[in-house]
């Protein structure tokens, strides 16, 4: 049996390659799907792990095939390519595990920087030893992808897994338990991917021997590792693919969403004429009659009164026309989102003296904004701005408004006391309640957390859709006729 695996290593080799190309491939196609969800919106990451991963593998496979047929010198530029490629794809993977932990912006250039400094330190002083040691390049590849496995492929790993279980909670809340299993039995094989491709190693010069190498577990259990990393890189490749299917849970409810949106219109249509041609013309009626009874009045007292409750019905009149105004208000644009955003800032800064800035960026390339984002987003930012004027204390505020083709994001930071130790992030109080509710009917979610210098973050993040259809001539609109 060893003697069989050992002579079809390459055809092992492969497969392996194959299967994370096809994982790579089945998330690359869902790459242009918009998600509110951090596990769908990270998957990028793994995909480019994947399609990285198997270029590494399949490298294994056609170098030793052009040794008979290429320069020795371009052999060996090959083998350190390969060895950069395998160690590019661990730093996919652990981009993959940060984003999946849902960590601050700080925090998550903290990490990626952190692993791009240990990937350029291992490469160069695998190359400051292999000069010293008089080591071959397969000497250097053995020995940098080792220490990569142990420094990037295992951390990398084994935070994706952990992210992945925690990811379980957001699914359940988003009313996806069937997908939940996937989720776990994903975590369970990066578990594993960290044990059979992190913690065995490929021969490498100062390798600690034993099971812990390549040659030493085939040794030792007759399997080559390979065949074992093959075999947990195909659980994997199962388990994500069936993830794949929460871009389709996520469309269908974005349809219901629509379908939802066109009766609500179609019923504040209704009920704008009915407004407009009942409610108004029986004030108006009414008004009209209590003018006739004033001017008929012959007491001062009396025709003063009826013309005062004249006024007060005008003023009804103008309410409600300003009401049905706002039933009719068309989809925002991102400058009028963003003007109106500035405009509450501004007054909220001169009703507080609270130091606010504002900022906005990305308007141009942003994709389709929700009929209601402009109602919601000023209530959240409202409800944000006077939680940091009662609670931060003396503070400075900033807002900044970013879009992108798909998606928006408007976080609101202050410099103040932060959150209270007795008052968690997700407290009862009805105002986060109603912030938090509005972003779901946006279809995103809000986040509330320590600022990396002090203060409170609030991040609204919404989904938009970067697909934007050809435009339409709108039909032409009548103009509503006064009756004031």
């Known amino acids: 049996m060893r003697d069989f695996f050992v002579q079809n290593e390459t055809i092992i080799l492969f497969a392996d390659g194959v299967i994370f190309f096809s994982l790579g491939f089945a998330v690359w196609l869902q790459r242009r799907r918009t998600t509110r969800l951090t596990l769908t919106s990270s998957l990028i990451w793994f995909a480019s792990f994947a399609f990285v991963e198997a270029l590494a593998i399949w490298g294994h496979v056609f170098v030793p095939i052009q040794t008979g047929y290429l320069d020795p010198g371009l052999i060996e530029a090959l083998v350190v390519l390969r060895g950069l490629v395998q160690v590019a794809a661990f730093l996919f993977l652990v981009q993959f595990g940060l984003r999946l932990l849902d960590l601050g912006p700080l925090a998550r250039r903290i990490g990626t920087a952190a692993s791009l400094a240990l990937a350029t330190l291992l490469a160069v002083g695998s190359a400051v030893l292999a000069g010293r040691l008089d080591w071959g390049v397969q000497q250097w590849e053995a020995s940098v992808v080792a220490a990569a496995r142990y420094g990037l492929l295992v951390p990398g790993a084994l935070l994706a897994a952990v992210g992945l279980w925690r990811q379980r909670a957001e699914l359940a809340a988003e009313g996806m338990r069937g997908i939940k ?63 794949l299917e929460i871009f389709e849970v996520e469309y269908t409810q974005r349809l219901e969403a629509l379908d939802r949106a066109r009766l609500v219109a179609e019923e504040r249509a209704r009920f704008g004429r009915d407004l407009h041609d009942g409610t108004i013309q029986s004030i108006y009626a009414a008004g009209l009659h209590l003018e006739a009874v004033a001017l008929d009045a012959e007491e001062p007292r009396l025709r003063d009164e009826l013309r005062q409750v004249v006024a007060s019905l005008n003023e009804v009149i103008v309410g409600i026309r300003g009401y049905i105004r706002a039933l009719r208000q068309p989809a925002p644009t991102p400058h009028g989102l963003a003007a109106g955003l500035e405009e509450l800032v501004r007054r909220f800064a001169l009703d507080t003296g609270l130091r606010v800035r504002f900022a906005a960026t990305g308007l141009e390339q942003a994709g389709p904004l929700p009929e209601e984002a402009g109602e919601h987003l000023e209530q959240i930012l409202r409800e944000a701005l006077a939680n940091a004027a009662r609670h931060a204390g003396p503070c400075s505020v900033q807002v900044a408004l970013r ?70 001539p709108l039909p032409a609109r009548r103009e509503e006729v006064s009756l004031t």
């Open 181 to 243: 299993p996937y989720a776990a039995a994903a975590a369970a094989a990066l578990g594993l991917t960290a044990l059979v491709a992190g913690l065995v190693v490929d021969d490498a010069p100062w390798a600690l021997g034993g099971p812990a190498t390549a040659e030493g577990w085939l040794d030792a259990t007759g399997l080559p590792i390979v065949l074992l990393r093959a075999l947990v890189g195909l659980v994997l490749c199962v388990a994500a693919v069936k993830l």
């Open 403 to 472: 879009l992108a083709p798909d998606e928006l994001d408007l976080t609101v930071c202050d410099d103040g006391i932060g959150i209270p130790p007795e008052l968690p992030s997700d407290g009862p109080g009805q105002g986060l309640r109603n912030m938090r509710e509005r972003a779901r009917r946006l279809g995103g979610r809000l986040a509330v957390r320590p600022g990396s210098a002090g203060g409170v973050v609030v991040d609204v993040q919404i989904p938009l859709d970067s697909e934007v259809p050809a435009a339409e």
